[in-house]
Nanobody, 126 residues
Framework: QRQVVESGGGLVQPGGSLRLSCAAP??????IGWFRQAPGKEREGISCISRSSDLTDYADSVKGRFTISRDNAKNVGYLQMNALEPEDTGVYYC?????????????????????WGQGTQVTVSS
């Protein structure tokens, strides 16, 4: 079992920012996906990044506000969240899957990922 650990969640006012981190051993060999689940709603794929960082994808709900990145030297992935809205409230999960090639495009489908973190709570409220 590969350990995936998210951090960086918290309480923030509308319009504020947070940066989530995702750490795992040898993360540089894995594609990363970020997902969230709001209360009473299904899990949603919101962003992903390939091994090489140049292939990314975003859900329409976060496009232009969230930025995904990674530091392969540190085996850490990030999700920078700006202009947060109350609708962004939920538990955020990092998920990873081994990628044999750095150029394989990532997806926002949860079934494409093998290992999941425990989640970190993000609450956007005044």
């Amino acid at each position: 079992q590969r350990q995936v650990v998210e951090s960086g969640g918290g309480l923030v006012q509308p319009g504020g920012s947070l940066r989530l981190s995702c750490a795992a051993p040898d993360l540089r060999y894995y594609r990363i996906g970020w997902f969230r689940q709001a209360p009473g709603k299904e899990r949603e794929g919101i962003s992903c990044i390939s091994r090489s960082s140049d292939l990314t994808d975003y859900a329409d709900s976060v496009k232009g506000r969230f930025t995904i990145s990674r530091d392969n030297a540190k085996n850490v992935g990030y999700l920078q969240m700006n202009a947060l809205e109350p609708e962004d409230t939920g538990v955020y999960y990092c998920a990873v899957v081994f990628s044999s090639s750095a150029r394989v495009r990532c997806t926002l489908g949860g079934s494409d990922y093998r290992y999941w973190g425990q989640g970190t709570q993000v609450t956007v409220s005044s």
